[in-house]
């Protein structure tokens, strides 16, 4: 499978913003995703970026995306307690196949 | 939204038995479903591709003697982990796949092989 690489652990207080960073060495990749898993759960789909694309923003949510450095981010404004989880991003290969990154956990301090 | 559905969402077995894992795609039809398995603290793994009426097709170093895939139809796929031993012991977690750009995971299975 192709490598995906995540910081794995990232802390912000309550009310900053979460910057998540991902590098992919897929350079076929038509989409890459983010998900979320918190404890003992499967993943939520949280937004996905075309490869076409260099930022897609849904709500509290911006992703960006340097096609030319294979480096995906996610930004996560206003951060909550409730947004603790592990966050994966994936990116989809050729047959539609996802490989995640190794999963950043993020903290958030009241 | 697409929902899928899995089924145990936890299994206790003893080491040799085998555990069947149902993954069900529950008001979409899923002509490719994908499993993986996740050893706790780390990401998920690719285990194999399964097609409807064809076979698997899995990653390398995955046994397809060990792991047997069956998508027998557009909403079900299952995989059987044989002769279980403890070292299988994870969590594993199904998706289907909803038009290209996306797929929808279950919630996952939690295997405890003693």
């Known amino acids: 499978g192709e490598d995906v690489e995540q910081s794995l652990f990232l802390s912000v207080r309550e009310g900053d913003s979460s910057v998540i960073n991902c590098t992919y060495t897929d350079s076929s990749s038509t989409y890459l995703y983010w998900y979320k898993q918190e404890p003992g759960a499967g993943l939520q789909l949280l937004t996905y970026i075309f490869s076409n694309m260099d930022m897609k923003q849904d709500q509290r949510l911006t992703v960006l995306l340097n096609k030319k450095d294979k480096h995906l981010s996610l930004r996560i404004a206003d951060t909550q307690t409730g947004d603790s989880a592990i966050y994966f991003c994936a990116e989809s290969g050729a047959g539609n196949q996802f490989y995640f990154g190794t999963g950043t956990s993020l903290t958030v301090i009241p | 939204g697409a929902v899928v559905s899995q089924h145990p969402s936890w299994v206790i077995c003893k080491s040799g038995t085998s555990v069947k894992i149902e993954c069900r795609s529950l008001?979409?039809?899923?002509?490719?479903m994908f499993w993986y398995r996740q050893f706790p603290k780390q990401s998920l793994m690719l285990m194999a591709t399964?097609?409807?009426?064809?076979?698997?097709?899995?990653e390398q170093g995955v046994e397809k003697d060990k792991f047997l895939i069956n998508h027998a139809s557009l909403t079900l796929s299952t995989l059987t982990v044989t002769s279980a031993h403890p070292e299988d012991s994870s969590f594993y977690i199904c998706?289907?796949?909803?038009?290209?750009?996306?797929?929808?995971f279950g919630p996952g299975t939690r295997l405890l092989v003693l």
């Open positions: 998706s289907a796949e909803f038009g290209r750009e996306t797929q929808y």
């Open positions: 008001d979409f039809q899923a002509t490719t």
């Open positions: 399964s097609n409807e009426g064809s076979k698997a097709t899995y």
